[in-house]
């Protein structure tokens, strides 16, 4: 890393917490003149900007990008305080904490766990299932004895602020509920562009807090969660996973991407699509949000409601923005 590159990792570390959390990104990442952004990061949600960091940290020291997005989400994997994520993700109606994860990089290749209990970083068990078989998906305990096989260790993942959270739900649940709350959730997708042009993306989750046993949602699903094609670009979503798989939505930005539409257009489209596809299903549509990145380096963002924001790296800083979203209140 250069000095005056490093100058700038350290800076934008030092920004922890501060940034540009409400400043609407408009068409500041547009590239100029046909140029090229790289390497470039983006996440869901802006809470610690960590795993942005530490993928940039990666990218920074001429990392590639299948590194940089499975360890940047490792370390909201690993944050007990991460209520949604990894160790410390609230549980399911039997206080049971089962997680999904997803990666894909830019040869085309796909790994995917869902259901998987009692395994810390479920990303990294993915791209496992990618690398070391010929398969793309490994579900519940066949998914449990793989990792266990290649070193990884049997572990409780319910903290004790997630069980008191999980105990006072089951205290007040009543006839009424369905085990979905119209609540934002922030599962955390990352893509990323490194140096050499090759993108690859993660996706990880303990899902929906209280959901049924057995629930998979749309994070392990390829096309759905997570979707990545080097020539075009990458798409990955965050919130209800049921109103995501029923568009595949993150494929639909890849296509629409690569038929000409901005990564914003994209995301804006699949957003619509979304909306409307869903709206013989339920009254009112459940919180849900896309980030795409390009091969130039651009990047968009777009959620169905308020509330959505997301992190970004490039030209070695990390700052948090708001998104635009569709359904006005």
Not at 85 to 102: H, K, R
Not at 250 to 271: H, N, Y
């Amino acid at each position: 890393m250069s000095l005056i590159s490093r100058r700038k990792f350290v800076y934008a570390s030092t920004l922890l917490g501060v940034g540009l959390k409400f400043i609407s990104p408009s068409n500041i990442f547009a590239s100029k003149n046909n140029s090229v952004i790289r390497p470039v990061v983006i996440s869901t949600w802006d809470r610690d900007r960590k795993p942005n960091l530490k993928a940039w940290e990666i990218l920074a020291n001429g990392g590639n990008s299948l590194d940089a997005v499975e360890q940047g989400v490792r370390v909201a994997e690993d944050d007990p305080e991460n209520n949604s994520v990894g160790y410390g993700g609230l549980p399911d109606e039997n206080g049971i904490v089962t997680l999904d994860a997803s990666i894909m990089d830019w040869k085309g290749r796909a790994g995917a766990v869902a259901f998987l209990q009692n395994i810390k970083n479920p990303i990294s068990v993915a791209r496992l299932v990618m690398e070391k078989t010929k398969h793309v998906m490994l579900a519940g305990e066949g998914a449990k004895r793989f990792a266990l096989a290649y070193g990884f260790k049997e572990e409780n993942l319910l903290t004790e602020k997630s069980r008191q959270a999980w105990i006072k739900w089951k205290e007040s649940l009543s006839k009424e509920d369905n085990w979905i709350g119209n609540e934002s959730h922030d599962t955390i997708t990352m893509l990323a562009i490194d140096k050499d042009g090759n993108i690859s993306g993660a996706c990880t989750t303990s899902g929906l807090r209280w959901k049924i046993h057995g629930r998979v949602g749309d994070s392990p699903i390829i096309g759905a969660g997570l979707y990545v094609d080097n020539d075009v670009g990458a798409a990955g979503a965050t919130g209800v996973g049921e109103t995501i798989m029923r568009t595949l939505g993150s494929f639909l930005i890849v296509e629409k991407m690569r038929e000409g539409m901005s990564p914003q257009e994209a995301c804006e489209f699949a957003v619509k699509r979304l909306i409307e596809k869903n709206k013989n299903i339920i009254k009112e549509p459940y919180q849900a949000a896309f980030i795409a990145l390009n091969k130039k380096g651009e990047i968009g963002a777009y959620a169905v409601r308020d509330g959505f924001d997301y992190v970004v790296s490039m030209n070695g800083e990390t700052n948090g923005y708001k998104s635009k979203f569709e359904i006005k209140e």
